[in-house]
């Protein structure tokens, strides 16, 4: 060969080695969500899918720290006047809504106001809100009529209704209306054509989102994406699911039923992480007999022995626990006060004083949910000391649409039905959706009791934590004669996480910033 | 034979009506309410009557089936209560993995069942008869489930030749298409193999026992041209009959198996919507598979007339 002829094939064979490189290969994470995107709209539905949602698109000015504070997160300060009505707000530089538009105060404002026509606290903070104003592009002064110290718990609520920013074009759309475009400020963008519902949502990473400087802490600091694209496959068959996992078609599973924690352990490139604490709640018609009797109630509270009942969703103590409280066992307003330790003849004895006569408890139970086991073990205790349960399986479809009634139980009507809320909803008296007392307007069951309520009202003026741990302990004295429910413990959901994907974050709500995915 | 046609079409035109009418009501007799779901379950009771409100769950029955059957008349099937998608778009988005993986299914069968009841039929008693009756029994009997994930087991997970679950669009190629869709066409295609073999042979050993298959035996014509050109034509009319009925069946979607595949089809959208009482899905899709079963088994009938040239219309 000619040294000219070398030359050419060298170059040659240059060019098309260059050009036959991958090109740097887009990272996928695969995520089996726990459920379906049923809606896109995070102030119009309390669901959880959409709360998560919500995380992935839109960003809050407050967030949840690792250690339960609330820190800011789309602000650059925030300043509280002395007397505490007047809280202002600045927002941080390079915020941008993923149509490029930037964030402004006008946004914030309308977000607030649509969120505060929906969700119980922030319906609170508007009852006490004097005015709501953008004082400039940057900055938003809020108004209290009264002193109310829970403005930064509100505006960082974690959990179902979060208080997303949104555009003032979407915010303004009606509250009971499902808003239809997805645009946000939050770390990914969602792919609306590529929506498939009950099948697939992908997220992007968003172009216009600048992270805070500081280290990922719970739900608050920098939401620093390391995937170019997340896929959400909802995969309805847990055991197809699990097979998926195994063979590396997706990443990460979350909600891994306990019966499968040992397979995934089993495999050695799969581990598992703890996704999210529940308590489980099993909640009164009070509406109607027999659960009208405050006696009946308390022989029900004083007969539930949790251990049994969380053994029956998982026998590993790692994944359940014991808490004798109205209050999640690591929220600061836990406590023990006032608690009954369980005794079945105890229980009998109130029964007996409660006159119970007979009338049928109709206990609905959706087989498909966590708390499935948890129903059989209560029902069957119930039935031992002699009640007379009539134990009704459905789907959570169902279940959702009968515990609206409020028919005797004859007519369609229910007695008692066990779910599960997430630990930031069931942490503290005000936004405890299951300790509410008003009435009418309480959650399915509708308690009804003025001490609680005057309790709760006085906790959201309380100066500081003390005072506020005090009412909140009043509160669970009073709760435990009441008894607006029976908590049957509180239970740990796992996901199955493939062996190179790293820097999942423990936020009590599954977020996928800060997720890295190796080869 | 366009006359037949189009007497057999204006006869549908009742068979639609009852179908929507009857799925309406129904639904509205299901205990279950979109409004509660949607809400969420920490909505109050006041939260869920405002979403019926909004949702118009609170007119009277009469009112919504008139509205319904307006936008029906209008050609839209109306949009998704929760996605708020029109239902012709969720309905575009399944039908592909669901024709294909039929397709798949029934070519596979056919494949299979043909030559199985065949030969069953001309070893009829015999050794190999049984064998394939017992291996068509077998198939028939097997839960969808327990061969799917069984043989995800054994091809997938430990030999790794296929996936175990999801659907590679046709966008993507054809092979990496019917690769996602072989171990979910084969679960399936094992339960109709099954029954097409069994009518396979039934209905050619009735043909094999006739007058002028004895007759082409006397004259000496090969026994293999005698079952295939003589016999199994006569005996075609049930084996379509079957086969119509089984790929009207699988394109109005197959649950089981899209579920333990992960297939997103129009089965698994269909148990969605019931589960979500996602009236407008539900409704648009019954009124989907009532027409492909219509449509079929027209085609069904027409195609008598091809193969059996005494069959006239």
Known sequence: ?519 | MGRYVVRRLVGTLPVFLFVALFTFCLLRLTPGDPAALLAGDQATTAEVEAMRLKLGLDRPVVEQLVGWAGQLASGDLGRSVFSNMPVTRLIGQRAEATAMLALVAIVMSLVFALPMGVIAAVRAGGAIDRLAMAVAVLGFSAPVFVVGFFLVYVFSLSLGWFPTQGYTPLSAGLWPCLRSLFLPGLTLALLYTSLIARVTRASLLEVLSEDYIRTANAKGVRPRVIVIAHALRNAAVPIVTVVGVGMAALLGGVVVTETVFNIPGLGRLTTDAILRRDYPVVQGLILLFSTIYVFINLLVDLSYGLIDPRVRY
């Not at chain 1, 129903?375 to 002699?386: C, E, N």
């Open chain 1, 1 to 519: 060969m000619k040294p000219r002829q070398g030359w050419r094939l060298a170059t040659a064979a240059a060019i098309v080695g260059l050009w036959a490189l991958p090109a740097a290969a887009e990272t996928t994470l695969k995520v089996r969500p726990f459920g379906d995107l049923k809606t896109i709209d995070p102030i119009t539905t309390s669901d959880y899918m959409v709360r998560n949602h919500g995380y992935m698109v839109y960003d809050v000015l407050f967030a949840q720290n690792a250690k339960g504070e609330i820190v800011p997160e789309m602000l650059a300060s925030y300043d509280r006047s002395q007397d505490g009505l007047t809280w202002t707000f600045v927002l941080r530089d390079g915020l941008k809504f993923s149509d490029g538009a930037p964030v402004t105060a006008t946004d914030v404002v309308a977000s607030l106001k649509r969120w505060g026509e929906r969700d119980g606290l922030g319906q609170q903070l508007m009852a006490n809100t004097g005015s709501l104003e953008a004082v400039d592009p940057k900055t938003v002064k809020l108004t209290l009529k009264n002193p109310w110290g829970l403005v930064l718990e509100a505006l960082g609520k974690p959990s179902s209704n979060v208080p997303f920013i949104m555009p003032e074009r979407i915010a303004k759309t009606p509250a009971n209306e499902n808003i239809k475009d997805p645009v946000g400020s939050g770390p990914f963008v969602m792919k609306l054509d590529e929506w498939a519902p009950g099948s697939k949502v992908v997220y992007v990473k968003s172009p216009t989102y600048t992270p805070r400087g500081e280290a990922p802490d719970g739900l608050a600091g920098g939401k620093t994406v390391k995937v170019d694209r997340v896929e959400w496959q909802i995969i309805p068959d847990a055991q197809t699911a699990l097979n998926a996992l195994q063979a590396g078609e997706i990443d990460i599973f979350e909600e891994v039923p306990p019966d499968m924690i040992p397979l995934v352990k089993g495999n050695a490139d799969v581990g598992i992480a703890k996704l999210a604490a529940l308590q489980g709640v099993m909640r009164f018609n009070q509406a109607q007999p027999p659960f009208n009797n405050a006696k009946l109630r308390q022989a029900i509270l004083a007969l539930v022995d949790q251990d049994p009942a969380l053994r029956a969703y998982v026998d590993d103590p790692s994944l359940y626990t014991n808490c004798p409280s109205f209050y999640m066992c690591d929220s600061p307003y836990f406590t023990k006060a006032g608690w009954p330790k369980p005794d079945v003849e105890k229980a009998k004895q109130l029964v007996k004083e409660s006159g119970y006569d007979g009338t049928p408890i109709v206990l609905l139970d959706a087989t498909e949910t966590a708390l499935h086991p948890a129903s059989l073990v209560v029902a069957q205790a119930m039935r031992d000391i002699g009640l007379k349960v009539d134990y009704q399986a459905m789907d959570w479809g169902t279940l959702s649409s009968r515990r609206t009634s409020k028919n005797p139980v004859g007519q369609g009507g229910w007695s008692i039905f066990l779910s599960g809320p997430a630990a930031p909803d069931m942490s503290e008296p005000v936004g405890h959706m299951a300790l509410r007392s008003n009435c009418e307007k309480a959650w399915f069951g509708w308690p009804c009791d003025e001490e609680i309520e005057k309790l709760r009202a006085a906790f959201t003026t309380a100066p500081d934590l003390a005072a506020r741990k005090a009412i909140a302990e009043k509160i669970q004295l009073r709760a435990v004669e009441t008894v607006p429910y029976v908590p049957v413990g509180q239970f740990f959901l796992v996901r199955g996480v493939r062996k190179n994907v790293d820097g999942l974050l423990a936020a009590g709500v599954p977020v996928y910033w800060n997720v890295s995915k190796g080869q």
